[in-house]
């Protein structure tokens, strides 16, 4: 199965800036997905962006796909506190690849 | 309300002591899996299921049983738990692998 690697494993940023993080993967998928881990819960999908895409916003997130790169960004515009979670990258499909397999993830903290 | 449901949320037993997770959603979806998170590692997923009596292994499925006799249940089976399978463990499911997940609460299991 193909693991995202996510980049950096940690940020901390203060409310109100933007945050930016990175997913690599290895091999060629059909689209990439990220989420979203609070504390100990279960994941919330975020976006998924297909390999066909190169842009995709959702309210204030906005995630990139270079496949040529073999890379995903993922930017969380004005933030706020209750975006403190880790957060990981999801590359999906691919033939022979069935499985959905995460990274270690980003944890993000937010300051107020 | 759409959802997956895990029980028991919390669990504590001992070496040996064969034990069931069982995994419910009302989403009519196809495609079911389980994962295990444990510091330091990220998700990694255990088994999967692309459909009704159709499973396969994931990336850490040495000690662990699936079934998926109805769409709706996927069960996770540990026939003689031991220490090294503490951790905490979602269900997920999706209409396909490449569709988003959507995940249970998690299962806290702590094997003496």
């Known amino acids: 199965s193909q693991q995202g690697e996510e980049d950096p494993q940690a940020l901390s940023i203060q409310e109100g800036e933007n945050a930016t993080m990175n997913c690599s993967y290895k091999?060629?998928?059909?689209?990439l997905q990220w989420y979203r881990q609070n504390s100990g819960r279960g994941l919330v999908h975020l976006i998924l962006i297909r390999s066909n895409e190169r842009e995709k916003h959702s309210g204030r997130l906005r995630v990139t796909l270079d496949t040529s790169k073999k890379s995903s960004s993922l930017l969380i515009t004005a933030s706020r506190a209750a975006d403190t979670a880790s957060y990981f990258c999801?590359?999906?499909?691919?033939?022979?690849?069935?499985?959905?397999?995460f990274g270690t993830g980003t944890r993000l903290t937010i300051i107020p | 309300e759409a959802q997956v449901t895990q029980n028991p949320r919390y669990l504590i037993t001992v070496t040996g002591k064969k034990l069931t997770v069982t995994c419910s959603q009302n989403?009519?979806?196809?495609?079911m899996s389980w994962y295990r998170q444990d510091p330091g590692l990220g998700l990694r997923q255990i088994y999967y299921?692309?459909?009704?009596?159709?499973?396969d292994k994931g990336d850490v499925p040495e000690g662990y049983k699936v079934s998926r006799k109805e769409k709706r249940n996927f069960p996770l089976i540990l026939e003689s738990p031991s220490p090294n399978q503490t951790s905490l463990y979602f269900c997920?499911?999706?209409?396909?692998?490449?569709?988003?997940?959507?995940f249970g609460p998690g299962t806290r299991l702590l094997v003496l």
């Open positions: 091999t060629s998928i059909n689209n």
């Open positions: 999801a590359p999906g499909g691919g033939f022979g690849n069935e499985k959905l397999t």
């Open positions: 989403m009519n979806h196809e495609y």
């Open positions: 997920a499911s999706g209409w396909d692998y490449q569709e988003a997940q959507y």
């Open positions: 299921s692309m459909n009704v009596e159709v499973t």
